[in-house]
């Protein structure tokens, strides 16, 4: 039986193999399970009588595989491709409809690319796809703006009045080289917007391709500039920051909120937009809502002895807001208030530095573990099994982790 047993799983491995290296089988015409589960790169034509309707299938960034539709045409004697959409939402079926249409107006001698109905301008698209995103940007208005800004100053007055589909990697290129040098991070920041807005195209099958996307990589030159991180202090120099901070003339919630911020290592706008409603105070702790939080996740913060002590100065100082920090007039503290607090007072750091400041010496002069130690900067773990696996934000491990940065860092 063992030997019968060993034969049979062989076999299995074999069959299994045979099957991984054997050429997907091209079909002679597209049939709606092929598309749906082919798995393999390439371009499969949907026959005789398709008019040059074609699926793309690409190796997906996320993992898995991106399916879009493309019409090979023929204009003036020359091939052109026609961008029908991204599977699945445009079906097979949608697909054929389109290809046919295109096919017809073509026969006309017309362009399809031309209607009116097809490829706004880029400057369009750009509103478009602002729209679509503004409901999951929950900071007010911020992002669009950041988004509009820097395609108003970089991309528009170069294909802001081209056609989503007209645009090339060409045009592109000449989008990011004069700034690609000199300012890395705005670059980079314009590239994935324009990348953006043209997967928006590629879905609405405006067009079959993403001129920013990977092609781009390669033809732009390596950039030798090292990202600059935020700047931090040495752990052993933040006691005497908060001491300093303590002694300035700042305005008191302010002051606080800075206080609060490093003996949490939270974010600035968890801590500025912090609320009473959100502290439970028997419990000695702060939760944070998912709008708040980088990962859109609720964050629960424990609250050492001193954080504990530093919310009730605040609410010497608290106001109708609900606020835990107020303003002067009432309302959240700017985001550049602590940021010039501290240049004020000569701090060499920016107020996200505290962060790395706590995780230094978390991992230099404890024995915590990382998982604890990430938890608390509320870092979200991209291992999904790893996370599937942990269901317990650790937050017990924690408290005894916050208590003990509390006390490294007062001087109170």
């Known amino acids: 039986?063992?030997?019968?047993?060993?034969?049979?799983?062989?076999?299995?491995?074999?069959?299994?193999?045979?099957?991984?290296?054997?050429?997907?089988?091209?079909?002679?015409?597209?049939?709606?399970?092929?598309?749906?589960?082919?798995?393999?790169?390439?371009?499969?034509?949907?026959?005789?009588?398709?008019?040059?309707?074609?699926?793309?299938?690409?190796?997906?960034?996320?993992?898995?595989?991106?399916?879009?539709?493309?019409?090979?045409?023929?204009?003036?004697?020359?091939?052109?491709?026609?961008?029908?959409?991204?599977?699945?939402?445009?079906?097979?079926?949608?697909?054929?409809?389109?290809?046919?249409?295109?096919?017809?107006?073509?026969s006309e001698g017309h362009d399809p690319r031309d209607r009116a109905d097809r490829a706004p301008t880029f400057e369009q698209a750009v509103e478009t796809v602002i729209d679509i995103h503004a409901e999951n940007w929950k900071d007010g208005g911020k992002s669009a703006a950041q988004w509009r800004a820097s395609l108003r100053d970089y991309a528009v007055p170069k294909i802001g009045r081209k056609r989503v589909d007209r645009i090339s990697t060409a045009d592109v290129m000449e989008v990011l080289l004069p700034i690609w040098a000199t300012k890395r991070e705005t670059a980079r920041r314009v590239r994935q917007r324009i990348a953006a807005v043209m997967k928006w195209a590629v879905a609405q099958g405006y067009r079959e391709d993403n001129p920013a996307g990977d092609a781009i990589s390669a033809a732009l030159p390596k950039n030798s500039l090292r990202r600059q991180h935020r700047r931090a202090l040495p752990h052993a120099q933040v006691a005497a920051a908060l001491e300093r901070v303590r002694a300035?003339?700042?305005?008191?919630?302010?002051?606080?909120?800075?206080?609060?911020?490093?003996?949490?290592?939270?974010?600035?706008?968890?801590?500025?937009?912090?609320?009473?409603?959100?502290?439970?105070?028997?419990?000695?702790?702060?939760?944070?809502?998912?709008?708040?939080?980088?990962?859109?996740?609720?964050?629960?913060?424990?609250?050492?002895?001193?954080?504990?002590?530093?919310?009730?100065?605040?609410?010497?100082?608290?106001?109708?807001?609900?606020?835990?920090?107020?303003?002067?007039?009432?309302?959240?503290?700017?985001?550049?208030?602590?940021?010039?607090?501290?240049?004020?007072?000569?701090?060499?750091a920016v107020p996200h530095g505290f962060r790395s400041s706590f995780r230094d010496w978390a991992a230099e002069r404890t024995d915590v573990a990382r998982e604890v130690c990430e938890l608390a900067l509320a870092h979200v773990n991209s291992d999904r099994v790893e996370a599937a696996y942990r269901r317990s934000d650790l937050f017990e491990r924690r408290r005894d982790l916050m208590q003990a940065w509390s006390e490294y860092v007062d001087c109170t």
């Open 1 to 106: 039986m063992t030997f019968y047993a060993g034969a049979h799983i062989f076999l299995t491995i074999m069959i299994t193999e045979v099957i991984a290296t054997t050429p997907m089988k091209r079909p002679k015409r597209l049939s709606a399970t092929f598309v749906n589960t082919v798995n393999v790169p390439g371009r499969y034509g949907d026959g005789r009588g398709g008019h040059g309707l074609s699926l793309l299938v690409k190796p997906a960034s996320a993992g898995g595989f991106s399916k879009s539709w493309a019409q090979r045409i023929r204009l003036d004697g020359k091939a052109a491709n026609v961008g029908l959409g991204a599977y699945p939402v445009v079906t097979l079926a949608r697909a054929r409809q389109k290809a046919l249409a295109n096919a017809r107006i073509v």
């Open 248 to 348: 300035s003339k700042a305005h008191r919630a302010t002051a606080l909120a800075f206080e609060f911020l490093v003996l949490t290592a939270c974010r600035s706008g968890e801590v500025r937009g912090a609320r009473w409603d959100e502290v439970d105070d028997v419990a000695a702790t702060w939760t944070v809502p998912p709008e708040r939080m980088k990962a859109g996740l609720e964050h629960r913060v424990p609250l050492s002895g001193r954080a504990v002590a530093v919310l009730d100065e605040a609410r010497e100082i608290s106001d109708q807001s609900g606020l835990v920090f107020p303003s002067p007039t009432g309302r959240v503290l700017s985001d550049s208030t602590l940021s010039k607090l501290l240049r004020e007072l000569g701090i060499g």
